[in-house]
């Protein structure tokens, strides 16, 4: 799947394009396509893929994957890969360091959850943050009007 975000003033679009052709997109707030980035991050890295892109790749929609009644019934990997995205945000911030990454996380999973993600340390967090500020960078540097293309296997 190709994952596009698109820079357009102060918003940004999100443009998934499966490998079948068909598509979703949203327009994004500000802020909202760090989060993105944050997700995209986190759960490649880590392999997650019953997280937002996962998600996506398998069919569902960007509408779907922001529906409060749908968000229950995507399984443990879609509310890890939202504590992940949160906990990357955190620590490219500032507000947490990647020695912090891993108890933010578990402090937010339940122990069955936890037993997941057993395998995270500080290292890991480092990965990810290092290649979460590579990605935003690059984002920061297009032109108005040009996109960020990802890849997602």
């Known amino acids: 799947m190709e994952i596009r975000i698109e820079k357009k003033g102060q918003r940004s679009r999100l443009l998934c394009i499966r490998a079948d052709g068909s598509f979703t997109q949203s327009d994004l707030g500000p802020g909202l396509p760090y989060h993105n980035v944050a997700h995209y991050v986190a ?24 529906d409060k009644y749908v968000i229950p019934t995507l399984g443990p990997q879609a509310l890890i890969a939202e504590v992940l995205a949160r906990a990357t945000g955190s620590m490219a911030t500032g507000a947490c360091l990647p020695d912090e990454f891993v108890p933010l996380v578990q402090a937010e999973l339940t122990p069955e959850q936890q037993r997941l993600v057993s395998f995270l340390d500080k290292n890991i967090g480092k990965k990810i943050l290092n290649e979460y500020n590579n990605i935003i960078k690059r984002y920061n540097d297009l032109p108005d009007e040009t996109h960020l293309s990802l890849e997602w296997a």
């Open 43 to 66: 759960e490649r890295i880590l392999g997650l893929n019953g997280g937002f892109f996962g998600q996506i790749a398998q069919g569902r929609s960007i509408v779907e994957l922001s």
